[in-house]
């Protein structure tokens, strides 16, 4: 690591001498700069950023004391090393209230001065290093604990590294209960039909840095999860005092992100919380009920409450607002499941239950059932270009019927088209084997890397609950198990082939601290990787 050092003092001779006589290079330190006063220090302080400020104490205009003072208030992170032919206790004293890190007398012992200079210089490193690593901990517990959270709301096991991470994760101690809170977009599905994947993604992100800057005035410690595009998940750590987040609290800040939303037209910005207190394994159910107390409400409620999911009637009533919502709601699942997993019988199941809906309407009730119609076709679009169901000619021609005033049987017709060319589409079929071998190249490319679910299927541009799907149907096991083996036996044979040390074979396949690549080492293969090692010699 190369440092930045700074040398001041009002004596041209001293500041020659000082930039001459010690062997910086030697000590792999770089001159950024010399300076005659602390005004011009403190100017090249500012622009250059030194690691490492050496300076006389007496100087005119502004002296050495003054200098580190500003330096302190001003937050720039160096250290100081002080020069001085005075020998008042009361400067010592001062310089030490400042944080200044040694003092040098006047006149100057240049051996004395270069060791000590070398000390500060090894201070330096090892705080650097120190805190490189620190940081890279927390990023590192920051992805594992996200991903954790992210499987939980899947109903999916966490890879055990994270786990392991969670567990231990001081901020997560004694912490069980969650609150969860869904933002969803109304009318993004339709908006963002045409647009392009990048114009997509670039949208997603910036709305999900809006909300983290809206929820970081009325929350303290939260995690921001996006499981399909147009809707976040944010869980956070259930309050103490049992109450939930309130309208009241929530209006100024959803104020300025529906302002933000408002600029792509005919968005809505909505929100559900749950304020009763979780635990991880109940989060997936609770994302569902959640997904489905906005679906069943109108648009215009932004700000919602889950509720018990309502008994169904003993008879069904077709032209009643409540079961056109619980049908609704149940018709869009079993469109997606149908989709996803190449169910036609599902999909034809739904059709029927479709056409029978339709064909005993009344009067009063078409404008409710065009509604319904119009949100199916949406969604079934959206499945379906996830999906890659259909060629680009094929997405043109529904989005210009999309454009028409269609009666419910134009409607009716358009759905049951869409879903008849699914079981001929060849786009399906080889859209997923591609995806899938994408995905396994991307995980040998990265194996050393810190990734997840998130990362790949954004990698992938499909959503994270899709790439699940379609990897635990491809390869046979969860991405979590899959990643996990790749890792371990990567490991085992660089174990065999090589004589990289175990902490460097464990980054090479993706965990940076030794304890936890014991761990999950361990817990895979029944032995530590020294043992595996020692078993391998002595075979």
């Given amino acids: 690591m190369r440092l930045k050092a700074l040398l001041v003092d009002d004596e041209v001779h001293i500041l020659n001498n000082l930039s001459k006589v010690l062997p910086w290079e030697d000590m792999n330190i770089e001159i950024i700069g010399l300076a005659r006063s602390g005004v011009d220090?403190?100017?090249?302080?500012?622009?250059?950023?030194?690691?490492l400020i050496l300076t006389d104490i007496r100087m005119p205009i502004m002296d050495g004391i003054k200098l580190v003072q500003l330096l302190r208030e001003q937050e720039?992170?160096?250290e100081v090393l002080l020069l001085s032919g005075y020998q008042e206790f009361e400067y010592a004293r001062t310089a030490i209230r400042y944080g200044v890190k040694d003092y040098i007398s006047k006149p100057i012992d240049y051996h004395e001065l270069e060791q000590t200079v070398r000390?500060?210089?090894?201070?330096?490193?090892e705080m650097r290093n120190r805190q490189s690593r620190e940081q890279r901990l927390r990023r590192m517990a920051s992805w594992a604990n996200e991903n954790y959270l992210l499987h939980s709301l899947l109903g999916q096991e966490a890879a055990e590294e994270e786990a392991l991470w969670w567990e231990e994760d001081a901020e997560h101690a004694g912490q069980e209960s969650y609150s969860v809170l869904l933002f969803d977009l109304e009318g993004y599905t339709r908006q963002s039909i045409l647009w392009p994947v990048e114009e997509r993604k670039a949208w997603n992100l910036h709305i999900k840095t809006a909300l983290k800057d809206m929820l970081s005035k009325v929350l303290e410690q939260y995690t921001v999860l996006q499981v399909r595009e147009g809707e976040w998940c944010v869980v956070c750590y259930y309050p103490g005092d049992g109450k939930g987040m309130t309208r009241e609290q929530i209006r100024p800040g959803y104020e300025r992100l529906q302002k933000l939303v408002s600029e792509k037209e005919g968005m809505l910005i909505?929100?559900?919380?749950?304020?009763?207190?979780?635990?991880?394994?109940?989060m997936a159910s609770m994302y569902q009920r959640m997904q489905q107390t906005l679906i069943l409400s109108t648009p215009q409620e932004w700000f919602l409450q889950t509720e018990a999911?309502?008994?169904?009637?003993?008879?069904?009533?077709?032209?009643?607002?409540?079961e056109a919502a619980e049908s609704q709601w149940r018709w869009t699942e079993q469109i997606g499941s149908g989709l996803r997993n190449g169910n036609h019988e599902l999909l034809a199941q739904v059709m029927s239950e479709l056409k029978s809906y339709v064909g005993h309407l009344n009067e009063s009730g078409v404008g409710r059932v065009e509604k319904v119609l119009h949100y199916l076709l949406i969604h079934l679009f959206r499945e379906m270009r996830e999906l890659q169901l259909l060629s680009v000619e094929q997405e043109e021609l529904v989005w210009l019927s999309l454009q028409e005033s269609l009666s419910l049987k134009e409607l009716l017709s358009l759905i049951m088209s869409l879903v008849e060319q699914t079981k001929e589409s060849p786009l399906g079929k080889?859209?997923?084997?591609?995806?899938?071998l994408t995905a396994?190249?991307?995980?040998q490319q990265h194996l050393g890397r810190d990734f997840g679910i998130e990362d790949i299927a954004d990698y992938l541009g499909i959503s994270c609950s899709y790439f699940c799907l379609l990897f635990k149907n491809h390869f046979g096991e969860t991405f979590v198990e899959h990643l996990t083996k790749q890792r371990i036996e990567t490991a085992k044979s660089l174990l065999s082939s090589s004589d990289k040390s175990i902490t460097q074979i464990g980054a090479v396949v993706g965990y940076q601290e030794r304890r936890y690549f014991t761990k999950v080492f361990q817990k895979y293969t029944g032995m530590t990787p020294s043992e595996f090692r020692l078993k391998d010699v002595i075979i």
Avoid: F, W
């Fill in 41 to 51: 220090a403190l100017e090249t302080a500012t622009l250059h950023r030194p690691d």
């Fill in 76 to 78: 720039l992170a160096c």
């Fill in 119 to 125: 000390n500060i210089a090894a201070q330096i490193i």
């Fill in 270 to 282: 909505r929100m559900c919380v749950e304020h009763s207190p979780l635990e991880l394994h109940q």
């Fill in 309 to 322: 999911p309502p008994a169904k009637p003993e008879s069904p009533d077709t032209s009643g607002a409540a």
């Fill in 430 to 436: 080889k859209s997923s084997e591609r995806l899938m």
């Fill in 440 to 443: 396994h190249n991307y995980i």
